[in-house]
């Protein structure tokens, strides 16, 4: 891959977001948010990238996988209006067929395509396949995307947390009401260390654990670091209602926090 392979990218992504281009105020605003999130995904994968030392091939590597991770949402959120991919089309798949569609990856050489591909199909799962361990190029791009993902979704829902009250975007919050309390299978999987389930959000508050949640599935210390110098996750938890089990999970939080802290800290010491 080269610079002009990534120039080239850039441009035709430009374009085609274009092609979205609409006068409704909904629409407006939720294309707009995903290439601004974009953006930032790309700045996120390069700052993580460059903390693993990889060269400056393997970070325009890691750059387009980060261009194109979230391609499939603007065909998803006009035709559909809505984030949801259960209620739409899984928007990493969407993706992948409008890339194959338009030819874009063919300048480049078929490993390269096929981590890109494979990649963004993996952005968003539960979990990166098993087998994909074998496979330690892809696993490594696949790892990278994820984390870079994750900081910026956790930027936007604490800057949306922040502004609270103000304007509320609905399709940020995947159309669930304002309710006390949270779902139970939510809190267990916390406190169980794994990350929460899609499905089992019922309310505004679950959307805000099942987002904490996913510092369990953080792959890169770097992203660690990114997390605590934003401070994205405290902002988050400062918005979670006052309730004895909101308590419970914001000192659950904190003591994973800082043992992937200390942990670091003493792996660090040792090298
Ligand atoms: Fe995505």
Not at 216 to 229: G, H, Q, R, V
Request: hydrophobic fraction near 40%; charged fraction near 30%.
């Amino acid at each position: 891959m080269q610079k002009e392979d990534l120039d080239f990218f850039r441009k035709w992504f430009f374009e085609y977001v274009n092609r979205f281009f609409s006068p409704d105020p909904l629409i407006k605003e939720n294309i707009e948010l995903k290439i601004e999130h974009t953006g930032r995904v790309c700045e996120n994968i390069l700052l993580l990238a460059k903390s693993e030392k990889i060269s400056e091939k393997e970070c325009m590597l890691a750059e387009t996988i980060a261009l194109f991770h979230d391609l499939g949402r603007f065909e998803q959120f006009t035709k559909y209006k809505t984030f949801r991919d259960s209620e739409s089309e899984n928007h990493a798949l969407m993706g992948i067929r409008i890339l194959n569609e338009e030819r874009i990856l063919s300048r480049l050489s078929k490993e390269e395509e096929n981590i890109i591909l494979k990649a963004v199909e993996y952005h968003n799962l539960m979990e990166i396949p098993q087998y994909i361990k074998t496979f330690s190029k892809l696993y490594f791009y696949s790892k990278l995307i994820r984390d870079a993902d994750k900081i910026d979704i956790l930027r936007l829902a604490s800057e949306e947390y922040m502004e609270e009250g103000k304007h509320r975007n609905p399709a940020l919050e995947l159309y669930l009401p304002d309710a006390l309390g949270y779902s139970e299978p939510i809190v267990s999987e916390i406190l169980g260390n794994r990350m929460a389930k899609i499905g089992d959000m019922k309310n505004r508050n679950d959307v805000k654990l099942l987002r904490l949640s996913w510092i369990f599935d953080i792959n890169f210390p770097a992203t660690f670091s990114l997390l605590k110098e934003y401070g994205y996750l405290e902002v988050i938890m400062s918005c979670l209602p006052e309730t004895k089990d909101t308590g419970v999970l914001k000192w659950h939080f904190e003591s994973y926090l800082n043992s992937i802290e200390s942990g670091a800290r003493e792996s660090g010491s040792k090298h």
